[in-house]
């Protein structure tokens, strides 16, 4: 039986997050919320609506809303646009 540490397996988990990531969204880290309106076909409006529902979060970043690619990820994994 093979054992590992916590640790090893964080480093495990998010190397392959990363190369799932790279994948489904390569180039990218994060997006404005004009880059995700664009990228789903909605409007401005509806990402402000998704963020107050709590299915979109974002980071304030020096007066931007920023979005991670992991999270957009997971919302169109989980049946988002």
Known sequence: MMTCS?????IAIGEAV??????AL???????RQEVAEKYNISLGTVHNWMNSGKLRGTRVGGRT??????LHILQRLGGK
């Open 66 to 71: 920023l979005f991670s690619a992991l999270c």
């Open 6 to 10: 916590l640790t090893d397996l964080q």
């Open 18 to 23: 990363r190369a799932a990531l790279s994948e």
């Open 26 to 32: 390569p180039g990218k880290d994060f997006f404005t």
